[in-house]
């Protein structure tokens, strides 16, 4: 199975209600939330760890704290500190604002200047099955997803919100 990631719209009330949650209930509110498409969300699908890898040098699973580049990609505050929980965390929207303006100072150019196929082999960045031939599709599929989740925070940051992120 692969562990993909979503983005979602998320105002205080709907994150308090996470907040107070188990485990269990809050996963179910957030399959719910995206049946009902209630709230705007961005499916990344299985480019957060190499995002996360190309602006920050590391892997997803090695979150950089204070670190608004990593925040972008995995969110500011999990709502679980359980390494066998589903990974879920939140960013409020004052925040948000900090990290939509971070990622704003970059541009895809330089983004994608870290891309080294055989970095992301040799860091074992998920998802893991990198092939040579596919390099350049590669690169248009991550650069689609900086481009869109920097475009998905401007949005979230104009409307006040903050969001959910799911990597499951």
Known sequence: MNMKAYYIEANEKLIESLQKSSEEDRMDQIELIQDLHKYKYYAMGTWWDALHYLLTGVSACEPIEYSMLSEAVVGKKPFSEDEEANFISYTSAADLA???????????????????????????????????????????????????????????TEQGEGVVVCIY
């Open 98 to 156: 900090r990290i939509s303006a971070s990622l704003d100072w970059l541009s895809v150019k330089e983004v994608m200047g870290a891309f080294s196929l055989k970095d992301l082999i040799e860091h074992d960045i998920y998802p893991g099955d990198w092939k040579e031939e596919k390099e350049s599709e590669y690169k248009k599929e991550l650069a689609n997803a900086f481009k869109t989740l920097r475009r998905f925070y401007q949005i979230m």
